[in-house]
């Protein structure tokens, strides 16, 4: 099945700790997106990246970091989480870049910096 | 830098039209507009695609007018289940990989 595999779905952290959300698609999909989403605030794109090696910055990419050394994953690393990075995040992943078409995306990674 | 904006929620009875329009005043010359559904704590899925004038597919229509600079998602006789966000979706600038969502638009649908 053709999907965008998020890890973990939950997680509650310390303020400070490093974390990892992973995310792999199976789809041979060059572009790939991060995106954390609040109430009242939509989507906001993280990062993203065209392909391997090739990462640019979104609309609030700082706190957070990512890697692609390989084409089906792509990593959000969050160095020193604080609170205010509490929020949904969400991996995406598609085969035409900018164009938005058939974007598919993960189930979501809640995440509690307390 | 294209922004979209969008009205920030709408409610609508069962079995009307809906209507919902984005703007989008800065889209580059060669770049598409996209709408997405999502439902809660589920991630968006694509609905329709368009560049100008009109799409249709089998859940709804794009309409595109010649400026470019807005276009409208129509859906045909809403149901309960279409109660979801609505967003709108342009890169963000001419050569730009940036891809900006709006804040969406949530369609509340009565019975």
């Known amino acids: 099945e053709a999907q965008v595999t998020q890890n973990p779905r939950y997680l509650i952290t310390v303020t400070g700790k490093k974390l990892t959300v992973t995310c792999s698609q199976n789809?041979?999909?060059?572009?790939m997106s991060w995106y954390r989403q609040d109430p009242g605030l939509g989507l906001r794109q993280i990062y993203y990246?065209?392909?391997?090696?090739?990462?640019d910055k979104g609309d609030v990419p700082e706190g957070y970091k990512v890697s692609r050394k390989e084409k089906r994953n792509f990593p959000l690393i969050l160095e020193s989480p604080s609170p205010n990075q509490t929020s949904l995040y969400f991996c995406?992943?598609?085969?035409?870049?900018?164009?938005?078409?058939?974007?598919?995306f993960g189930s979501g990674t809640r995440l509690t910096v307390v | 830098l294209a922004k979209t904006t969008q009205p920030i929620s709408m409610d609508s009875y069962e079995g009307q039209e809906v209507n919902i329009t984005c703007s989008h005043n800065?889209?580059?010359?060669?770049?598409?507009i996209t709408w997405y559904q999502q439902f809660p704590s589920q991630g968006p899925r694509f609905i329709i695609q368009?560049?100008?004038t009109k799409v249709t597919n089998e859940v709804a229509s794009l309409f595109i007018p010649a400026d470019r600079k807005s276009s409208t998602l129509s859906l045909p006789r809403v149901s309960l289940s279409d109660t979801a966000v609505y967003y709108c979706?342009?890169?963000?600038?001419?050569?730009?990989?940036?891809?900006?969502f709006g804040k969406g638009t949530k369609l509340s649908v009565i019975p």
């Open positions: 990246s065209m392909n391997v090696e090739v990462t």
């Open positions: 368009g560049y100008k």
């Open positions: 789809m041979n999909h060059e572009y």
């Open positions: 800065n889209i580059a010359t060669n770049d598409y």
């Open positions: 979706l342009v890169a963000a600038g001419a050569g730009s990989y940036q891809l900006t």
């Open positions: 995406a992943s598609s085969p035409i870049p900018r164009q938005g078409r058939g974007y598919t």
